[in-house]
T-cell receptor
Framework: GAGVSQSPSNKVTEKGKDVELRCDPI?????LYWYRQSLGQGLEFLIY????????KSGLPSDRFSAERTGGSVSTLTIQRTQQEDSAVYLC???????????FGPGTRLTVL | KQEVTQIPAALSVPEGENLVLNCSFT??????LQWFRQDPGKGLTSLLL?????REQTSGRLNASLDKSSGRSTLYIAASQPGDSATYLC????????FGAGTRLTVKP
């Protein structure tokens, strides 16, 4: 079946602009996660959704980062006023339920010039 | 704060060898431990999930063990093949998984 999909696959933006990254989880998966992977920091947890609620936002690095999930399905991660240190690969994962195996999408590579 | 360490950072072996990758973590209050592989420029592929009540999981040539009390997991790869070349990552936690830096494996034909 279809896996987790993310769009766009690549995004180049100028410093100070806002960006939106999209994640489509595996159909029927109730839990959804955002991570980012950068050369200096490795893979970092950002936020977790169960349904449309985000019980754990502890990994969001600043208030410029926000995420929402609608209809228990698609999620968007928004970064406002992007900075060069936001450049990274943003990975989305989903799982059938909380505390379950996580399946990752291919990621969005964000470059902030 | 959970710290996850993977040893070795890189490993190069000839085809056919059996090998062991190591993962250690500092906080044993975990729910899951999951092993992934990552190919260059790609996302993560789930290999094995071990829940905290389990001690090991097997899938094909892969076997992963978990010792919560000592904060260790190993991933055993039998009869390695060039197609196994990738970076192997372990992750531990509940829903907010914490990742190690990975072991970059090269299997030479």
């Amino acid at each position: 079946g279809a896996g987790v999909s993310q769009s766009p696959s690549n995004k180049v933006t100028e410093k100070g602009k806002d960006v939106e990254l999209r994640c489509d989880p595996i159909s029927g998966h109730t839990a959804l996660y955002w991570y980012r992977q950068s050369l200096g920091q490795g893979l970092e947890f950002l936020i977790y959704f169960q349904g449309n609620s985000a019980p754990d936002k502890s990994g969001l690095p600043s208030d410029r980062f926000s995420a929402e999930r609608t209809g228990g399905s698609v999620s968007t991660l928004t970064i406002q006023r992007t900075q060069q240190e936001d450049s990274a690969v943003y990975l989305c994962a989903s799982s059938p339920s909380s505390y379950n195996e996580q399946f990752f999408g291919p990621g969005t590579r964000l470059t902030v010039l | 704060k959970q710290e996850v360490t993977q040893i070795p950072a890189a490993l190069s072996v000839p085809e056919g060898e059996n090998l062991v990758l190591n993962c250690s973590f500092t906080d044993s209050a975990i729910y899951n431990l999951q092993w992934f592989r990552q190919d260059p420029g790609k996302g993560l592929t789930s290999l094995l999930l071990i829940q905290s009540s389990q001690r090991e999981q097997t899938s094909g040539r892969l076997n992963a063990s978990l010792d919560k009390s000592s904060g260790r997991s190993t991933l055993y790869i039998a009869a390695s093949q060039p197609g196994d070349s990738a970076t192997y990552l372990c992750a531990v936690g509940t829903n907010d998984m914490r990742f190690g830096a990975g072991t970059r494996l090269t299997v030479k034909p």
